[in-house]
C-alpha cells in the first residue's frame, strides 16, 4: 500500500508536468479520408427531445439534422443572412398579401420523389393542423384559413388552409391573411420545409429514418447514442456537402464534448462550455469562433405599473440605460461571449438586414453623469428604488443581475437602491411574466426564428403582440410596423422598421444589455468551420484534413 | 423461510403504493409546465397545449391520473413520454442496462477491493498498513465524486490516453471501466472501513482464541470464521448500495457520458416529465426492496443462528 500510494503521488506529478507542457491529444484517428472529400466530420450533438420533423422541431439540436437533410424555397446565407431562392424560382407578389411561388425543375427527395408545389403545399397543411400538434404550427398563423384549422379552441373546422393552392406540380399560390412584405424572407425557416409523400404514408416509419431533399441523408440513428449522415451524391442543389459525411455524437454534458475535443475524440462542438472560456484561447486559438448570434438579452419594463408607464418616465428609463456599464459586464462576466448593444436587433442581421449600430444612439452609452441628471429630470426611481428580476437557475444570470445593479448604484451615489430579485427556475418566472406580475424591469431574452429585423421588433413590441410582456404601446409605432409590413420594396421595408426602433429609443420600453454570441471549437483534423446566424455549425462547407 | 419471503413479498405492495403516490404527488407541485415547455423560451400556443394536456389526460384532477398511471403500470404501461410521446418502458429498457451494467462492475470493485483492504486493514490494526487504508478511505470519503471523476478523467484519459475520456459507446465494457471505479470509489471506502472496524472486533473474540488454539491454518480461521462472522454489517451496505449505484450516479454518468438512469432521470426532472420521474422511481424502489429482502436472507446464511420462520 504504501507503495501504492508513491505510485499515486508520482503519477499526479507527471500530470502536472504534462499539463505545463503540452495538452495531449489532437489530430489522430479520423473517419478517413485525406482533403478528398471523403472524410467524416465528428460532432457533438444533444439528443433532441422531440422526433426530427420539420414543423415539429423547435430546439437547436434537431434544427442542425433539418438544416442537413432539407432545404426550403429559400435559405439564408450564412455569412449575410439574406434569404436566397434555393428550391424557389421565383416568390412574386403584386400587393404583399398574394404570393405566387414557382418552384424549380430537378429537385427530388432522397428516396427518389419528386420535390412539387404539392410537397410544400401539404407539408405545411399538415404542420398548421391542431390534430397534427406540431408545435412551429404558429409559424402558418398568417396564411389565410389557419384559424379554420387551428382555431384557439374547440375542433379544426377545415382539413387544409384555404389560402394555399396548388396551380401546378411547380406552381402555388398563397393568400395571407393580412400584408406582409418580408413573408418571402420568413420562408427559411425549417418549418416551411417540403415533405414526400412518404411521410404521409408512413409516418411512424419516416420519423425512425427521415427522408428529405437536402445535402445529406441520414444513414442510421440511435436515440440517445447519435447519428450517422452521410453525404447524398445526387443532391442537385448547389451547396453540396463537402465532406463524406457528418457523425453526431450525443453528449448529456457540453464539458464533457470539451474533453473529448481535446482528446481528439470529436472534431467539433458547437458550445463551448463557460468554465473553459478562460482556457479555450490556449487549447483552440484560433480554431475558437464566437459571435454574434440572432439573440438579444434586455431588460424590459413594466409598463403596466402605472410607477414605470406614467408619462415622463421615459426619462428615468433612459436614464437606467446609461447607467449600465456593458462594456465591463460582457469583458468581466461573460468572458467576450457576450456582445455590447447598440440596438433592439442584433449585428448577426447584416447592415441590409436592418442591424443599426446607431439605433439606441446615447442612451446605450454609459454615461453615469447623464444618467443620474436624466434620472432626476424624470422625477426618480419609483419609491426611490429599483428591483431587477430574472430566473437565476442558467445562464449567469445572478451575477450580471448584480453587476448592473452595481453600476446603477454607483452612477447613482445613493447607496443601494438597486436591488436583485430572483427567481429560482425558468418556469416560474415565466409564468410570472406572462401574467403580468412584475413590479420592476424584468429580463427577457429573444432568439429570432427568421434573420428579420421584423423578427425582432413587431412581436415584442407592436401593441398587444404575442410576446409584448411589458405591455409597450405606442400608435406612431405600430403605424410604421404597419406601413412596413405593406411596402413593396424590402429595402424600404427595412428602412421603416428601422424608424420604428427609433421610437424605442426614445420610450426604452425595454434596456438592451447585449447580444448573445454563439461559439464553436473545432480540432486541427477539420477546416472552414462556420457558423450561421442561428449558432449552427454550416456543415456541408466543413472541409476534413 | 417460504413463508417468510411470501411475507415479505406482500410487504412490498404497500410500500411500493406508498412511494408511487409520494412521488406522483411531489412531481406535481414542482413548478413549470412540461407542456408549456416544448415551446422552450418562445410562448406557447394555448389552443395546442390545451389539445395535449386533453389527449394525455393531464386536465383531468390528480387523483384520477394517478389511478390512471397506476391501472396502466399494473398492465406494464409506463405511459408515454410529453415531448416526443414515446414510450417511457422503451426508455427506461434502453437505459436500465446499462446502468446496471455500470452497476455491477463498481459494485464488485467495491466487494472486491473493499473486503480485501478492510480484512488486511483489520487484522495489522494500528500498522502502518492499516493507517494507510484509514487515510485513504477518509480520503475518498471526504473529496466530492466528481473531483475524482475529472481527476481520473484528465489523468488517464487526457494525459496517459490508456482510456477514452468519456464513454463513446454504452455497450462497451472496456470504456465503461473508469466511470465504474469512480462510481465504486466512494462505497469502496465504506465497505473497507466497515469490515476493518468489525474484523478488528471480531479478532479479539473468544472463538477465535478457540481456533487458534485447535491448530486450524490461518488462512482457514481467517476466511471461515473471522470474515463469515464479521461480514452482517458489510452485507447490509452492499445490498443498500445496490440500489444507489444504479439510481443515484447522476454525477459519474454526466462526466463520462453515460447515458444511463441517472442521467434520463436527471433530463425528466430538467424537463417535469413526471411520468418519467415516477415510472423510474418505481424501477428503483423494486430493486431496493428485492436487494434489502436478499440482504434479510443472507444474514441467515451467514449466521445460523438468525432463522426466519
Not at chain 1, 463524406?244 to 464533457?256: A, E, H, I
Not at chain 1, 449600465?324 to 442584433?346: C, G, V
Not at chain 1, 472552414?528 to 456541408?540: G, I, K, M, R, T
Not at chain 2, 462472522?229 to 443515484?248: A, E, F, H, R
Request: include cysteine.
Amino acid at each position: 500500500m504504501r507503495g501504492a500510494t508513491h505510485a499515486k503521488w508520482a503519477a499526479c506529478a507527471v500530470a502536472v508536468a504534462l499539463a505545463a507542457t503540452a495538452c495531449g491529444g489532437g489530430a489522430d484517428t479520423s473517419g478517413g479520408g485525406s482533403g478528398d472529400g471523403s472524410g467524416i466530420v465528428r460532432s457533438s450533438w444533444g439528443d433532441p427531445q422531440n422526433p426530427i420533423e420539420p414543423a415539429n422541431t423547435n430546439e437547436v439540436q434537431g434544427g442542425k439534422v433539418l438544416d442537413m437533410i432539407f432545404r426550403g424555397l429559400v435559405k439564408y446565407d450564412p455569412k449575410t443572412g439574406e434569404a436566397q431562392n434555393t428550391v424557389a424560382e421565383k416568390i412574386d407578389t403584386t400587393d404583399s398579401q398574394n404570393f405566387t411561388v414557382t418552384i424549380k425543375d430537378g429537385w427530388t427527395f432522397s428516396n427518389g420523389e419528386k420535390v412539387t408545389a404539392k410537397s410544400f403545399v401539404d407539408a405545411w397543411n399538415y404542420g398548421a393542423h391542431i390534430d397534427n400538434k406540431q408545435n412551429n404550427s404558429t409559424f402558418f398563423s398568417n396564411i389565410e384559413g389557419y384559424d379554420e384549422v387551428h382555431p384557439e379552441s374547440g375542433a379544426a373546422k377545415a382539413k387544409t388552409m384555404s389560402g394555399l393552392v396548388v396551380k401546378d406540380d411547380k406552381t402555388f399560390t398563397v393568400k395571407l391573411s393580412e400584408k406582409f412584405s418580408l413573408w418571402p424572407q420568413t420562408l427559411g425557416y425549417q418549418a416551411f420545409s417540403p415533405l414526400p409523400q412518404a411521410f404521409f404514408k408512413d409516418h411512424a416509419g419516416w420519423l425512425k429514418k427521415p427522408v428529405g431533399n437536402g445535402p445529406y441523408v441520414i444513414e442510421s440513428y440511435t436515440k440517445g447514442s447519435g447519428m450517422k449522415l452521410r453525404k447524398w451524391d445526387d443532391y442537385k442543389g448547389e451547396d453540396a456537402a463537402k465532406n463524406g459525411g457528418v457523425d453526431l455524437n450525443v453528449y448529456t454534458d457540453n464539458n464533457t464534448a470539451y474533453t473529448d475535443l481535446m482528446a481528439g475524440n470529436i472534431d467539433l462542438v458547437d458550445d463551448v462550455p463557460a468554465k473553459q472560456l478562460k482556457n479555450v484561447k490556449n487549447d483552440l486559438g484560433d480554431r475558437y469562433i464566437n459571435q454574434p448570434a440572432l439573440i438579444i438579452q434586455t431588460l424590459v419594463f413594466p409598463l403596466y405599473d402605472k410607477n414605470w408607464g406614467k408619462d415622463g418616465m421615459e426619462k428615468v428609463r433612459r436614464g437606467l440605460s446609461m447607467a449600465i456599464n456593458r462594456e465591463q459586464i460582457t469583458k468581466q462576466i461573460f468572458q467576450d461571449t457576450r456582445t455590447p448593444a447598440k440596438d433592439w436587433t442584433s449585428p448577426a442581421l447584416g447592415d441590409k438586414g436592418g442591424y443599426d449600430p446607431e439605433g439606441c444612439g446615447d442612451a446605450c452609452k454609459y454615461d453615469p453623469a447623464q444618467a443620474k441628471k436624466l434620472i432626476e429630470e424624470g422625477g426618480g426611481l419609483p419609491g426611490g428604488k429599483v428591483t431587477v428580476t430574472s430566473n437565476v437557475d442558467t445562464g449567469s444570470h445572478r451575477d450580471w443581475m448584480d453587476a448592473v445593479c452595481n453600476s446603477i448604484n454607483n452612477a447613482l451615489g445613493k447607496g443601494a437602491v438597486c436591488t436583485v430579485d430572483p427567481v429560482g427556475t425558468f418556469a416560474d418566472f415565466r409564468s410570472r411574466t406572462a401574467q403580468f406580475k412584475w413590479t420592476g424591469p424584468f429580463r427577457s431574452g429573444w432568439q429570432a426564428d427568421y434573420p428579420l429585423i421584423q423578427n425582432f421588433l413587431q412581436p415584442l413590441y407592436y401593441t398587444g403582440a404575442s410576446s409584448n410582456y411589458g405591455k409597450f404601446t405606442d400608435k406612431k409605432f405600430d403605424d410604421l410596423v404597419d406601413r412596413a409590413n405593406q411596402e413593396s420594396d424590402t429595402a424600404k421595408a427595412v428602412e421603416d422598421f428601422q424608424s420604428a426602433q427609433k421610437l424605442l429609443g426614445d420610450q426604452m420600453p425595454a434596456i438592451p444589455l447585449w447580444y448573445q454570441n454563439g461559439s464553436a471549437g473545432y480540432s486541427e483534423n477539420v477546416g472552414d468551420v462556420a457558423l450561421n446566424q442561428f449558432s449552427v455549425p454550416v456543415y456541408e462547407e466543413i472541409t476534413v484534413n | 423461510m417460504g413463508r417468510y419471503v411470501a411475507r415479505r413479498l406482500l410487504q412490498m405492495i404497500p410500500v411500493f403504493i406508498g412511494t408511487t403516490l409520494l412521488i406522483f404527488l411531489m412531481v406535481n407541485v414542482l413548478p413549470g409546465d412540461p407542456v408549456a415547455a416544448l415551446w422552450g423560451d418562445k410562448p406557447p400556443d394555448p389552443a395546442q397545449v390545451a389539445q395535449i394536456k386533453h389527449d394525455r389526460g393531464l386536465d383531468l384532477p390528480l387523483w384520477q391520473q394517478y389511478l390512471h398511471y397506476m391501472w396502466g403500470l399494473l398492465q406494464g404501461d409506463f405511459g408515454n413520454t410529453i415531448a416526443g410521446n414515446r414510450p417511457i418502458l422503451d426508455e427506461i429498457t434502453a437505459a436500465l442496462p446499462v446502468s446496471a451494467r455500470l452497476a455491477a462492475m463498481a459494485w464488485t470493485f467495491e466487494l472486491v477491493v473493499g473486503i480485501a483492504l478492510g480484512v488486511i486493514a483489520g487484522i495489522r490494526r494500528g500498522r502502518i498498513i492499516d493507517n494507510s487504508v484509514t487515510l485513504f478511505t477518509l480520503l475518498v470519503i471526504s473529496v466530492p465524486i466528481f473531483v475524482f471523476g475529472l481527476l481520473f478523467q484528465l489523468l488517464f484519459g487526457n494525459q496517459l490516453g490508456w482510456v477514452t475520456p468519456t464513454v463513446q459507446n454504452s455497450e462497451d465494457m472496456a470504456q465503461l471501466l473508469m466511470p465504474a471505479l469512480v462510481l465504486g470509489l466512494v462505497g469502496l471506502a465504506y465497505v473497507a472501513r466497515l469490515t476493518r472496524t468489525s474484523i478488528a472486533e471480531n479478532i479479539k473474540a473468544d472463538y477465535m482464541r478457540t481456533a487458534v488454539a485447535k491448530g486450524l491454518p490461518r488462512r482457514r480461521i481467517v476466511s471461515r470464521h473471522l470474515l463469515r462472522n464479521s461480514l452482517i454489517p458489510v452485507v447490509t451496505y452492499l445490498g443498500t448500495d445496490i440500489g444507489t449505484l444504479m439510481g443515484g450516479a447522476v454525477v459519474t454518468e454526466g462526466i463520462f457520458n453515460v447515458t444511463g438512469v441517472g442521467n434520463l432521470l436527471f433530463q425528466a426532472l430538467a424537463r417535469r416529465e413526471g411520468a418519467v420521474i415516477v415510472g423510474i422511481v418505481t424501477v428503483m424502489v423494486l430493486v431496493y426492496l428485492l436487494a434489502s429482502l436478499l440482504v434479510d436472507l443472507l444474514y441467515a446464511v451467514l449466521d445460523p443462528r438468525i432463522r426466519y420462520a
